[in-house]
């Protein structure tokens, strides 16, 4: 049996999937977190949150990378940790500096750091020749908006140190612009309590469907587990409205997706114990690299990859914390593609009716989650405030996201916000 030290976790469905795998892996953890409130506001009244099932929870600030070093080095000594790992972005630099300074199995901190942060990723794959957007990175308005006008309107502005599409704006011009800024400056601590950098990111508007490539690496090798659809909507905004897997493309577009994420992982040095998430751009001048995401893909993606393929991408992020040999074997599922989406609110107000507790008699359907009436709503303006999701399976071949389209249209035509 193993120990692990897990620091801080996402609230949604990764923090239940990875507890899961390291329990059925026969292994335990520690929990260090800087508010456990967080965490158990987030679990259904009356039931223990799983990280609850950690060997010991233990409280230290997180966000103070210097002094929290030495605060876990003391509990190594006592404890004694064979891994480390988050499924958060916003630590994930902060697991790797641990694993680092413990002597443990992991990707170097400073590729997770450039991972982490999208101006960085930006820099160092345009050096390795991975293509991407034309991009600008600045902190005052007089040169974002000239950098804007030299690479063209339309373009995307980015937050470079948020994650879930937050404040990922397309703009068509120099006043919406200056509001996409302006939103930014008003947003200056993260979700987690950590002071954001002023920088921001303008790219050239990609075109052409994005697609997801989810990989694992072990011993300098990374293997490709399969390339994922998504679906894009709420603009101006960019939220993930659904995903497919595997995604329906050629197999040249499959093959130019995957060699584009591997040449990224390559090129920031993600090459040996980490699960990512490469989100690329099939555009008409060929593959682009969206974002590169050194952990295992959110949205319930890994459960529509082990409903179709077995692999369950949570039991090999644990494998490679540990410095082991990940089990990638394909097993026969029953399902050649499963799919799910996500229903989100265009407008704020109170959730007076949503019912789809028929759905689940429906043998296509795997998963059903909606949110309960009285919930109050906000227009979404990222990935963070869906009302909940379908997921169906198809054993005959791609139809998988169809079927989910067809199951949320008829909940849509109930969905009642005042």
């Not at 390339?227 to 409205?241: H, L, N, R, Y």
């Not at 690299?289 to 949205?299: H, K, L, S, T």
């Not at 998963?367 to 979404?380: D, I, T, Y």
Request: proline fraction near 6%; glycine fraction near 10%.
């Amino acid at each position: 049996m193993a120990h692990l030290l897990l620091v801080e976790s996402w609230v949604g469905s990764m923090s239940r999937l990875l507890p899961r795998a390291i329990r059925e892996s026969g292994h335990d953890f520690t929990f260090l977190t800087r508010d456990l409130h967080h965490y158990l506001r987030s679990a259904p009244e009356g039931v223990a949150h799983p990280l609850l099932g950690a060997r010991h929870v233990i409280t230290a600030d997180t966000n103070d990378i210097e002094a929290l070093l030495p605060q876990v080095e003391r509990l190594h000594a006592v404890l004694g940790f064979d891994g480390v790992l988050t499924s958060c972005d916003y630590y994930l630099p902060t697991a790797a500096r641990i694993a680092g300074r413990l002597g443990l199995p992991g990707p170097g901190p400073e590729a997770v750091a450039d991972a982490c942060r999208k101006d960085a990723t930006r820099r160092v794959l345009a050096d390795a020749g991975v293509p991407g957007p034309r991009f600008a990175v600045h902190e005052e308005w007089a040169d974002l908006a000239r950098a804007a006008r030299e690479i063209g309107y339309p373009l995307v502005v980015k937050p470079v140190d948020l994650c879930a599409g937050m404040y990922v704006r397309r703009v068509d011009d120099e006043s919406e612009l200056a509001d996409a800024v302006r939103a930014l400056a008003d947003f200056p601590v993260n979700a987690r309590g950590q002071r954001r950098t002023p920088s921001i990111l303008v790219e050239e508007l990609l075109d052409g469907p994005e697609v997801s490539v989810e990989t694992v690496s072990y011993a300098g090798a990374v293997q490709v587990v399969g390339v994922t659809d998504k679906s894009i909507g709420g603009a101006p905004a960019f939220i993930e409205t659904g995903h497919m897997f595997p995604a329906a493309l050629t197999s040249a577009d499959t093959e130019a997706a995957e060699q584009t994420a591997l040449a990224a992982l390559k090129a920031l040095g993600l090459v040996d114990g980490v699960v990512a998430h490469t989100e690329i751009k099939l555009t008409s001048a060929g593959p682009r690299v969206v974002e590169v995401n050194p952990r295992p893909a959110g949205n319930r993606i890994t459960e529509l990859v082990r409903h179709v393929t077995g692999i369950d991408l949570a039991a090999a992020f644990v494998d490679v914390a540990l410095g082991r040999a990940p089990d990638l074997r394909r097993t026969d599922t029953g399902l050649r593609s499963a799919a799910i989406g996500f229903l989100v609110p265009d407008r704020a107000g109170t959730l007076e009716a949503l019912d789809g507790g028929e759905l689940q008699d429906s043998p296509a359907v795997l998963e059903v989650q909606f949110a309960e009436p009285g919930k109050e709503v906000k227009a979404a303006g990222s990935n963070n405030e869906y009302l909940g999701h379908v997921m169906a399976g198809d054993p005959d071949g791609l139809g998988a996201g169809d079927r989910v389209e067809s199951l949320l249209t008829g909940i849509r035509a109930g969905l009642v916000i005042r």
